[in-house]
């Protein structure tokens, strides 16, 4: 766990730019910093390992003052990752992600080996291993830099802004990526971003911060966007906040009709205003009986209720089809149904 006990950083010049800050990153968990550029993010981020001293209170790590370890110490412990990767121009792909192994004296096989598992955990082509960093997309030598951050598996793991120099469809693969390797490894991340969206989708807490290094809020995203603490922070939450939040409520709690759901042999014919879902003989949606009209599905308490009325939005029938893990067909959610666990989350 990473503790800010009344933090400040106040710089030579006399600036504030972290004002008495207080919060706890808890272990194997994401804490993601966001907030409106120059609030003080990365300041916060690099008095973790020390890159930069806080002038007042304590950062904890584990319990231990970080003040108290040694720097090279200390950031043996910690990954740290950043925007446009930094990676070394003229070191081969798989000798940038082995450098912390060099450093800590590993020999060249060992470290060479850990490089390219790494390489392949994060999703990349071990081809890619010979390669220098000019020769890879910005996607690419992003992972490369995640691979590198993980090189020594410290327990923690700083990531400032990391996915913010690519476009809009690798990022959210990257973050998509990051969220998969967390559930494998568990590692502490305190991550930074100024984009509330990458923030509610990868924090389990978020601590939205103001210009003057100020903590507006700290909660975890759906508290975040059911209940803003104040104005700056429902602005900084944007628009559509009702919907968004919607994607933190499950769809377990949908009532399914399954006499909606005909089986593609059984010849049935459509009444005049039900909609029916003409399933295979392995359970799969085939389509609208006799409407020529898209469905839309989703899984059945996996996915959350914003998937399942987007699926309803997805054909006339405003109806959602159910899924189970495997893609078989449970039953339907109509919109009667989606209509009253739209108001049990309005309520709740
Ligand atoms: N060495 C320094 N001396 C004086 N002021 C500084 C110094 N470094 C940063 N600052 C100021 O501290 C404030 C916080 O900077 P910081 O880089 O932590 O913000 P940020 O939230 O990460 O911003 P961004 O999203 O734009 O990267 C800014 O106003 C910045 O100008």
Redesign the pocket.
């Given at each position: 766990m990473i503790t800010f006990d009344s933090v400040t950083?106040r710089?030579?010049?006399g600036?504030?730019?972290?004002d008495n800050l207080s919060l706890e990153a808890e272990t194997g968990q994401i804490t993601v910093?966001v907030?409106?550029?120059?609030?003080?993010?990365?300041?916060?981020?690099?008095m973790i390992n020390r890159m930069?001293d806080a002038t007042e209170g304590q950062i904890l790590l584990d319990g231990s003052d970080v003040r108290q370890i040694d720097p090279p110490t200390l950031r043996r412990g910690i990954g740290y990752v950043i925007q446009q990767a930094g990676l070394f121009p003229h070191r081969k792909i798989v000798d940038n992600v082995a450098t912390v192994p060099y450093l800590l004296g590993w020999e060249k096989k060992k470290a060479r080996d850990r490089a390219m598992e790494l390489l392949e955990r994060v999703g990349l082509d071990p081809k890619m291993a010979q390669r220098y960093p000019f020769q890879l997309s910005g996607g690419q030598q992003q992972r490369v830099g995640v691979a590198r951050a993980l090189a020594a598996d410290p327990p923690v793991l700083l990531m400032?802004?990391p996915f913010s120099a690519v476009d809009p469809i690798v990022r959210t693969s990257l973050q998509e990526e990051l969220l998969r390797l967390q559930a494998e490894l568990n590692k502490t991340i305190v991550f930074?971003t100024?984009d509330i969206d990458e923030a509610i989708k990868l924090g389990d807490k978020v601590a939205v911060?103001r210009?003057g290094?100020k903590l507006a809020q700290f909660a975890a995203p759906k508290t975040l966007l059911s209940e803003p603490a104040d104005d700056f922070v429902r602005e900084f939450l944007g628009r559509d906040r009702g919907i968004r939040r919607l994607s933190f409520v499950s769809s377990s709690h949908l009532r399914l009709r399954t006499d909606l759901t005909v089986s593609s042999s059984s010849g049935a014919t459509p009444s005049d205003d039900a909609w029916l879902m003409v399933v295979s003989e392995d359970g799969k949606p085939v389509g609208w009986l006799d409407r020529d009209e898209p469905f839309g599905t989703y899984v059945h308490g996996k996915d959350s209720l914003r998937a399942a009325l987007d699926a309803a939005l997805l054909s006339s029938s405003g109806q959602a089809v159910a899924l189970d893990e495997s893609g078989r067909v449970v039953g339907i959610a109509t919109r009667k149904a989606l209509d009253e666990a739209l108001s049990e989350a309005a309520d709740g």
């Open positions: 950083k710089y030579p010049d600036f504030v730019a972290v910093l907030g409106p550029s120059g609030c003080g993010k990365t300041t916060t981020l690099r930069i400032d802004e930074v100024h911060l210009v290094g």
